[in-house]
């Protein structure tokens, strides 16, 4: 053992999960349900997507194995929820509680329609930090993006998350032309107000209807100068975080903004996603996954396979004697191996995935 500063640093024979383009993954998106309360036109149909059924969707004991690999043998240092809704998985706060048991940044991302009255008991879970995604401050235009009459009970839900001692409490805004791009500056305004940190996604090709366009975006430049106009802004330092954040020139606050289509970020990508029926993706647009539910299901692989406890922050992991961990191991090294270089929006070529947002997990 090392020692630095009167820390004791543990050795352990995690192995960093490289693909093919020398990008190290440390971030896992887990989806815990594909459906959702809400019916945004950018995401999904007016009547709904067919939900997974039950038997379909990981448990939560699944959930969290898949989780304690990354974490163990991989040295992931971040997990975030998503859906679908997460909020409305009735076993959330409970799987909450038992990732928070592992060394990383725990986050949820929720249309936080359900927050004001989960919020106190997800901080007492273990959960640190939220996004809520919220596109249009005003209420008829909430209704008819989101089909739902639900802004007071997502504003509501923001200032829960607030008082609970999430932090921070970014609200996540996707930007369509024609749509919302004329409440930027509102937005801006709303984020100083409440205290919270707005960031601008740009419109990316998900959503089930297909109608996206390249006309439909909104580029992150074009937000940042609507912004700098009546609010100062000082760019920050560039992080590992696909957004780059702005801070106010007045001290109140920042901003941030994603430009996943014109500023895509795909060489410093360092995310994995599952969904909640069990498949691995190595990027948001992959047209391939890997099934990780069949490995967790196989009979042969489950008998010969002792439950594992959960572990303490900083207890060492790495390598498994256990087979399941073992071909859980495998298969998401595999599929890190096998990741593009960048989703290609941009491209000729470009195939959208089969599944949409909600689908996948945002």
Request: proline letters at 6%; charged letters at 25%.
């Amino acid at each position: 053992m090392a020692t630095t500063a009167g820390t004791t640093a543990v050795e352990t024979d995690t192995a960093p999960l490289v693909d093919g383009f020398g990008r190290v993954h440390r971030d896992l998106r887990i989806s815990v349900t594909d459906r959702c309360n809400f019916r945004c036109t950018y995401c999904m149909p007016a009547d709904g997507l067919q939900w997974q059924p039950a038997e379909s969707v990981l448990t939560a004991a699944e959930l969290a194995r898949v989780a304690r690999r990354c974490v163990e043998r991989f040295g992931f240092t971040s997990i975030r929820l998503t859906g679908g809704e997460p909020t409305v998985r009735a076993d959330l706060v409970d799987l909450v509680e038992d990732l928070a048991r592992l060394p990383v940044d725990l986050s949820l991302t929720t249309n936080g329609s359900r927050l004001e009255r989960l919020a106190p008991r997800l901080v007492a879970a273990g959960l640190r930090r939220v996004n809520v995604s919220l596109d249009s401050l005003r209420p008829d235009r909430f209704a008819a993006t989101t089909r739902r009459d639900a802004l007071p009970d997502v504003v509501a839900g923001i200032r829960a998350a607030v008082s609970a001692g999430l932090d921070p409490v970014k609200v996540n805004v996707v930007l369509t032309r024609g749509v919302n791009d004329d409440e930027v500056v509102d937005f801006a305004r709303f984020g100083r107000d409440e205290g919270v940190v707005v960031r601008f996604i740009e419109f990316m090709p998900l959503d089930a209807d297909q109608r996206w366009t390249r006309s439909s975006v909104v580029p992150s430049a074009e937000v940042l100068e609507q912004i700098h106009r009546v609010f100062p802004l000082v760019a920050e330092e560039p992080g590992s975080s696909p957004a780059r954040l702005h801070r106010y020139a007045d001290g109140l606050g920042e901003v941030g903004v994603i430009g996943s289509v014109t500023e895509p970020f795909c060489s410093r990508c360092d995310r994995v996603r599952l969904t909640a029926d069990g498949q691995l993706r190595s990027c948001l647009f992959a047209t391939d996954e890997t099934d990780l539910r069949a490995i967790l299901r196989d009979p042969g692989l489950s008998l010969a396979s002792g439950e594992p406890g959960p572990r303490e922050p900083g207890q060492p992991g790495g390598q498994s004697a256990d087979p399941l961990d073992q071909a859980l191991d495998q298969a998401i090294e595999a599929t890190v191996a096998a990741k593009w270089a960048g989703h290609g929006i941009s491209a000729v070529h470009f195939t959208r995935p089969a599944r949409s947002m909600s689908q996948i997990g945002g």
